[in-house]
Nanobody
Framework: QVQLVESGGGLVQPGGSLRLSCAAS????????MRWYRQAPGKERELVAT????????TYTDIVQGRFTISRNNAKNAMYLQMNNLKPEDTALYYC???????????WGQGTQVTVSS
């Protein structure tokens, strides 16, 4: 199984940027499709972005398209989310998720808080 630890969250003003990181350990990172999810207070968890095992086909939810960029470095067992032009509605707890390409078992990190406020 894989262990996931997110970092990089914080407080930022509207229009600012943050880069989230997800560090993976305990398994072969390149065998996992990776995703970022987020959950705002009182709302359901929603998918933000997905990147395949090879990193060749990133996809985004419409509301972050053009502002967020997902990437991964399989040599470093890490995934990233570059978030630009942040808006107050991006405020949420951001989670890293890994799904094994063969077993489809799903793993979660503990989350990192992003707060966008002036």
């Amino acid at each position: 199984q894989v262990q996931l630890v997110e970092s990089g969250g914080g407080l930022v003003q509207p229009g600012g940027s943050l880069r989230l990181s997800c560090a993976a350990s305990g398994s072969t990172f390149s065998r996992y499709t990776m995703r970022w999810y987020r959950q705002a207070p009182g709302k359901e968890r929603e998918l933000v972005a997905t990147i395949t095992a090879t990193g060749s086909v990133p996809t985004y939810t419409d509301i972050v398209q053009g502002r967020f960029t997902i990437s991964r470095n399989n040599a470093k067992n890490a995934m990233y989310l570059q978030m630009n032009n942040l808006k107050p509605e991006d405020t949420a707890l951001y989670y890293c998720n890994a799904v094994h390409s063969v077993t489809f078992r799903s793993y979660w990190g503990q989350g990192t808080q992003v707060t966008v406020s002036s």
